[in-house]
C-alpha cells in the first residue's frame, strides 16, 4: 500500500469520525462541513428524507435535538478510491435516550458513502443510511408523535 492511499484511507475515515462527533455533540455547521454544496443525503431507511444536504441536515437538526442522548460509533470503513473518487461503507452503532423514555434504545447498520477530494479535503458528495436494526424502538405512536415534534 503506497503512502497516498494510507493517507486518503485515514483522511476518509477522520470525515466519518467528524460526522459522528457533529451529529452527538449537536455541532450543525460542522456537519454541514463534511458534506459538499451538492451533497444528496438518503435517511429514508429511518423514515427520513432523501434530499440535498441542507434540507436533510435541517431535518436531523430538528429530530436529533429533542433526543437526550445520542452516540454514533463508526467502525469497519472500507473505501475503494478510485483517483479523487472514494466509494466507501462502514458500520454504524448507535446507542440513543429517546425522549420521555427511561430505557435506552439502539440501531445499527451501514454508512454508504461517495466521497470527492475537494481543496478542502474529502467530502461527502452522497450518503445513504441502510439501518439494519433497530432495539428497543419507539412504538407506532410514539414515533409519530416524534415526528410530529421534530416537524414543530
Known amino acids: 500500500m503506497d503512502v497516498q492511499r494510507i493517507s486518503d ?17 449537536r455541532d450543525w455547521d460542522l456537519l454541514r462541513s463534511l458534506f459538499t454544496d451538492d451533497a444528496c443525503l438518503d435517511y429514508s431507511s429511518v423514515g ?37 473518487t472514494a466509494t466507501v461503507r462502514a458500520m454504524f452503532y448507535n446507542p440513543m435516550l429517546l425522549p420521555g423514555a427511561t430505557e435506552t434504545s439502539a440501531c445499527g447498520g451501514y454508512y454508504h458513502h461517495v466521497m470527492v477530494r475537494t481543496d478542502s479535503g474529502w467530502r461527502s458528495r452522497q450518503l445513504r443510511e441502510e439501518n439494519l436494526w433497530f432495539d428497543n424502538p419507539p412504538s407506532p405512536r410514539r414515533r409519530a408523535e416524534l415526528t410530529e415534534e421534530a416537524e414543530t
Open 9 to 25: 484511507e485515514l483522511e476518509i475515515a477522520a470525515v466519518l469520525h467528524r460526522y459522528a462527533r457533529a451529529v452527538d455533540t
Open 48 to 84: 427520513g428524507p432523501a434530499a440535498g444536504r441542507d434540507e436533510v441536515c435541517s431535518w436531523l437538526e430538528r429530530s436529533l435535538t429533542v433526543m437526550p442522548m445520542t452516540q454514533h460509533l463508526v467502525t469497519n470503513i472500507e473505501a475503494a478510491i478510485d483517483g479523487d
